[in-house]
């Protein structure tokens, strides 16, 4: 393991680009205004459209009449549940239609869609829908959900198509277990522990809150879909638009514009089938882009839960046996990951630390609410928060220091995790020592008067999204290197420089002369999606072997140019040169219309899919993620302020260690992390999608829902720690996701550790700590 420090920018090389802090090439148009979004698409002849949506979260369609909004002037087609009755869902369970049918399970579902000459005549069109609505009872509170008396919101769940079947029931979307031990291992370790310690977490929502909103423009042309997309996974919606509108994906092409902002959200179809449809309807261009209202009403947020831990631990603090019962909310219907990542909440909390026995349970649960899905780190912030805020809790009742009770218990090279998978190479103790040296534990710094100051330590295992991908490199006529890939640039630069700096290295040409065409489903090979850190990984790794592949093609057709062996030759910047004699060279273009006479053009695919670990198969039930692909190491340092006054928690310092494999470009890596620990101390402290009582998103707008700004983040402490990866490009590992799944836990850690007592709930609002504070009191 090697560390680095935070690196100088330094100039485009011509060689050696792997390791470089380059510029990003798009930064200077995001900068300035330049970049064209989807929300700045315009086409000629282009309608705009706009959504019916419910206003109940639970009722029967009594009546829809759509005929007033047809004839108004302006109005060219409109749309219902009666054009799109196919069912779908985020790969597993199909249960989702594009409008709602006979039944409404959600505030903000979609009832009906409109297109218009004018924004305001397709506005006034909504208003001429007639529609009667019966009220049914919402179902709401995630234990109301899973009782046995609860009314269910797909009563017809079991007809729903998945491909697994036994792992759910009723309003459970998901069954997920993991145990490990028999009852006998069970019973001895409860009767054998020195403590036994109970404990309830409960997370809100937390919204995305990109920049850019959901948008999209779609036009019907000889048969085929066209689709102009903000969207961080443009295969995703080509195949989920095609499976709702009842078409083969072959039907649906999906371009992508420059992304504002995805962080999760944008990994599924959205709003693209009703503009489709509007698009066939009508015979012209529709655009369709949601209201910063409908965004946080109806695009998937990260999910709600309630956590309840139990654990069994020596005198010493060593865990014996830890069981756990969590339940997540899926909202109305599986459109978004949660069911895929039902798996998730187990390895999270089983991935880190030692954990003989284990009975993790995780149940996906409908509610009356809108459907919930990815957001960086799925599954791991809240989990993570419960369990180290529980750790905690354990530390104090047996009277052990706070960091000396993970450091019994975390992992060590060698050791196997929850699930049987070993950890070849563990550095969770280097991580550890890295934030030591940089923030001392046993460093005390006396409190601002009147105010109480706290700190915490969290240390981390997280995964690499092993998804697939596939890339195509080719040597242009000018000598340039063009990167064909559907992996999707939405803001991270791991294609904008991570994939581009591995194509250079591999070929050795200037990072200047390799280029990345921006993503279309038509001319690019499947790719998994922005999504999980896998970007460098899995789509840097396919871009990695097509250009060795190139490689060999282009010395291959030098060497007949320069009559010498292939041996003997390197590709240096734009020429290839015998190696030792730089005057014996061909530029590249020169390959290029050399080749072009003979073997024919030069390019080369590359496809990559991490292969899984080994694991204990025996102990995993229903998880569709069983495994932590790519495993890397973090630890998180804070130490905080609370005012007992007003309960205002002021972040007074941030340290982290974090585990890139490789760092291909180290100043997007500062990039990623800061921006994730931004994001973790909204979720540990400000932000929460307020949902009523009867379901809906009370947030309409950026005022009520608070996000963090620069004031509330601190300057951050990084250690780079270099620890690479054999399957991964050039050693690196997934980098922008880690750094924001500690972060709630180490700032709730440090509060607790300021006012004595375990806090249970995020986020840590003034409202909520002064009520901790009283609490503890009585």
């Not at 219902?80 to 779908?88: H, I, K, Q, R």
């Not at 009782?147 to 997920?176: C, E, K, M, Q, T």
């Not at 060795?548 to 007949?560: M, S």
């Not at 040169?577 to 020169?590: C, D, K, R, Y």
Request: hydrophobic share 45%; net charge negative.
């Amino acid at each position: 393991m090697t560390a680095l420090s935070e690196p100088a920018a330094r100039a485009v090389p011509a060689s050696g680009a792997v390791g470089r802090s380059i510029p990003r090439p798009d930064a200077d148009a995001k900068v300035r205004g330049a970049a064209v979004y989807t929300v700045d698409l315009a086409e000629a002849g282009m309608l705009h459209a706009a959504v019916l949506r419910a206003e109940l979260s639970a009722a029967r369609i009594i009546r829809l009449d759509t005929s007033a909004a047809a004839g108004l002037p302006g109005v060219h087609a409109v749309v219902t549940g009666a054009d799109a009755p196919a069912l779908s869902g985020m790969l597993v369970v199909k249960d989702q239609t594009v409008f709602a049918i006979d039944i409404v399970r959600y505030a903000g579902e979609p009832i009906a869609a409109v297109a218009a000459e004018t924004p305001e005549q397709a506005a006034a069109a909504l208003a001429a829908i007639e529609l009667e609505l019966e009220p049914l009872d919402p179902v709401v509170d995630l234990d109301a959900a899973v009782a046995p008396d609860a009314r269910l919101i797909h009563p017809g769940w079991a007809d729903y198509a998945a491909p697994v079947d036994g792992f759910r029931s009723g309003n459970v979307a998901w069954d997920a277990r993991l145990e490990k031990g028999t009852d006998e291992e069970w019973n001895a370790a409860f009767a054998a522990a020195h403590r036994v310690v109970s404990d309830e977490f409960r997370v809100p929502r937390q919204h995305q809150t990109p920049l850019e909103p959901h948008a999209c423009v779609a036009r019907y042309t000889t048969g085929r879909y066209t689709v102009h997309t903000s969207t961080q996974f443009p295969h995703s919606v080509r195949s989920r638009t095609a499976e709702l509108l009842g078409i083969r994906p072959s039907a649906v092409r999906v371009l992508v514009p420059t992304v504002g902002g995805g962080f999760g959200g944008k990994l599924d179809a959205m709003l693209e089938p009703m503009a489709c449809l509007l698009a066939r309807r009508s015979g012209r261009p529709v655009r369709l882009v949601n209201s910063r209202a409908e965004e946080l009403a109806t695009a998937g947020p990260r999910e709600n839960a309630v956590l309840r831990l139990r654990t069994a631990v020596d005198a010493e603090g060593r865990i014996l046996a830890q069981e756990a019962d969590v339940l997540t909310d899926n909202g109305a219907n599986s459109s978004g990951e949660t069911v895929i990542c039902a798996g998730l909440p187990a390895l999270a909390l089983g991935s880190t630390y030692r954990i003989p026995l284990a009975r993790y349970r995780t149940r996906v649960v409908y509610t009356n609410t809108a459907p919930t899905a990815a957001f960086r780190g799925v599954g791991g912030p809240y989990v993570v928060f419960a369990q180290e805020s529980h750790l905690d809790h354990v530390a104090r009742e047996l009277g052990v220091d706070r960091r000396e009770l993970r450091l019994r218990n975390v992992l060590r090279a060698g050791e196997a995790m929850v699930n049987g998978q070993a950890l070849d190479d563990p550095i969770l103790v280097e991580a550890l020592e890295s934030v030591e040296r940089r923030a001392p534990w046993d460093r005390e710094r006396p409190a601002t008067p009147g105010k109480l100051r706290g700190k915490a330590v969290v240390p981390l295992t997280w995964l690499t999204n092993p998804g697939p991908g596939e890339a195509s490199v080719s040597l242009s006529d000018d000598g340039t290197v063009l990167v064909t890939t559907a992996a999707t640039e939405i803001g991270t630069g791991a294609v904008q420089t991570g994939v581009r700096q591995i194509v250079a290295e591999r070929l050795g040409v200037h990072v200047d002369d390799v280029l990345v065409s921006t993503p279309d489903t038509d001319a690019a090979g499947f790719d998994n999606g922005a999504q999980g850190s896998r970007t460098t990984y899995g789509a840097g790794n396919a871009a990695g072997q097509a250009a060795g592949e190139l490689r060999e093609q282009i010395l291959r057709t030098a060497a007949g140019m320069l009559e010498a062996a292939e041996t003997d030759l390197e590709i240096a910047g734009d020429v290839v040169q015998v190696a030792g004699s730089p005057g014996a060279s061909v530029t590249l273009a020169a390959v290029s219309a050399a080749a072009m006479f003979s073997s024919g053009p030069l390019s080369a695919t590359g496809r990559f899919v991490a292969q899984p670990p080994e694991f204990d198969a025996g102990c995993v039930i229903g998880g569709l993620f069983s495994t932590i692909n790519a495993t890397s190491s973090h630890a998180h340092a804070a130490e905080v302020e609370v005012d007992p006054d007003t309960g205002e928690v002021t972040v007074l310092s941030y340290v982290v260690a974090q585990d890139v494999g490789r760092a291909i470009n180290p100043a997007m890596v500062v990039g990623q992390v800061n921006g994730a620990v931004a994001q973790g101390i909204g979720y540990a402290l400000y932000e929460d999608l307020r949902l009523g009582p009867d379901g809906r998103v009370l947030d309409r707008n950026l005022e009520t829902y608070r996000i963090p700004t620069a004031p509330d983040v601190p300057p951050i402490d990084l250690e780079i720690l270099e620890n690479p990866l054999p399957t991964g490009p050039y050693g690196a590992k997934g980098v922008a996701e880690p750094p924001i799944v500690p972060v709630a836990a180490v700032l709730a850690c440090a509060v607790s550790d300021a006012i004595g007592v375990t806090v249970t709930d995020l986020p840590l609002s003034p409202f909520a700590v002064l009520a901790a504070l009283r609490a503890n009191r009585r």
